[in-house]
């Protein structure tokens, strides 16, 4: 005579048990390297509309300015386009950001921040040819984990101006 069970047993309940946790991990090691994908993802759509604004600002800047030239300022150096219309805009590098101020009459008008990514730097420059250029670039420079999937970023922008020599600075 053959009886009814009326409930599972304790190793069916055991395989139950594992199958679900292991369903659970999965799905949490799923989730965790979505959410990584998603925060790289993040992290690149960010840098590339900080460089975006910048490099539109910067650009029309400079096709504006009269003349540029480099001058000190606290915290370092900085890159300064002189507009015909008495005003003068310095970029400045900060740890993590660009500062964009504008000044006019020695009266600070306006002052703007680009803030880069952690672990990004920028630098800045003006090759003198024939028509001056400023260059911003944007990258790792000091190398790190992520080195390979960021890149310098090079902003470039023509000065219909002249360069202003420093006082220390000579025409060669």
Request: proline letters at 3%; hydrophobic letters at 40%; a negative charge.
């Amino acid at each position: 005579m053959k009886r009814n069970r009326a409930g599972a047993s304790l190793v069916e309940l055991l395989v139950v048990i594992t199958i679900c946790g292991i369903l659970m991990s999965t799905v949490g090691v799923c989730l965790h390297g979505m959410h990584r994908a998603n925060q790289r993802t993040r992290n690149v759509v960010d840098r590339l509309d900080v460089i975006s604004r910048l490099s539109l600002r910067f650009r029309q800047d400079a096709h504006e300015a009269g003349a540029v030239t480099e001058q000190a300022a606290d915290g370092g150096d900085c890159l300064v386009l002189l507009m015909e219309d008495g005003r003068a805009i310095r970029y400045q590098v900060h740890p993590g950001m660009v500062e964009r101020t504008v000044w006019q009459h020695d009266e600070l008008r306006h002052r703007d921040g680009f803030r880069l990514p952690q672990g990004v730097q920028a630098t800045w420059s003006i090759e003198k040819l024939d028509t001056p250029l400023v260059v911003i670039e944007i990258g790792r420079f000091t190398g790190g984990a992520d080195e390979s999937t960021i890149s310098p970023d090079r902003i470039e922008a023509a000065v219909r101006g002249v360069i202003v020599l420093s006082p220390t600075e000579t025409e060669p």
